[in-house]
């Protein structure tokens, strides 16, 4: 699988929402909130075509690139990574630390029942 870097993963997550984007397009996005030069974005999406995380083809007047990566991989490697460098891969001990820190809204509470109850439901429908 892939590994991105932060300033990767923002462009990816660009590229997940709106594909294709040329080079200009990525850094007039960028510019105001991270002052990346059109330079900048050419070494990320070089070293991006390198990783395989995108892919472009050529375009009128300028290369347009797409994700070649589907967004739920690169989520589920990178959530799995940090499981494991962080919490020994132990989501209940992840959790544990966020309810002991009152790191939890209602409404994020609220949406883990829901997400605990289909899976209970999912693995009751697999056996």
Do not use: C
């Not at 962080?86 to 883990?112: H, Y």
């Amino acid at each position: 699988m892939v590994k991105l870097s932060e300033a990767e993963w923002k462009v990816m997550n660009l590229l997940w929402q709106a594909a294709p984007q040329t080079m200009m397009q990525i850094t007039n996005h960028f510019k105001e909130t991270t002052r990346w030069t059109k330079h900048t974005v050419m070494t990320f999406l070089r070293r991006m075509e390198e990783k395989g995380a995108v892919r472009h083809v050529e375009g009128g007047r300028a290369k347009l690139y797409y994700p070649n990566i589907r967004q739920e991989e690169a989520v589920l490697q990178e959530t799995e990574e940090f499981l494991d460098k962080v919490f020994g891969g132990r989501m209940g001990l992840m959790l544990n630390t966020m309810v002991e820190k009152k790191a939890l809204s209602k409404e994020e509470i609220s949406e883990m029942y829901e997400i605990l109850r289909r899976a209970e439901e999912e693995n009751r429908n697999n056996m």
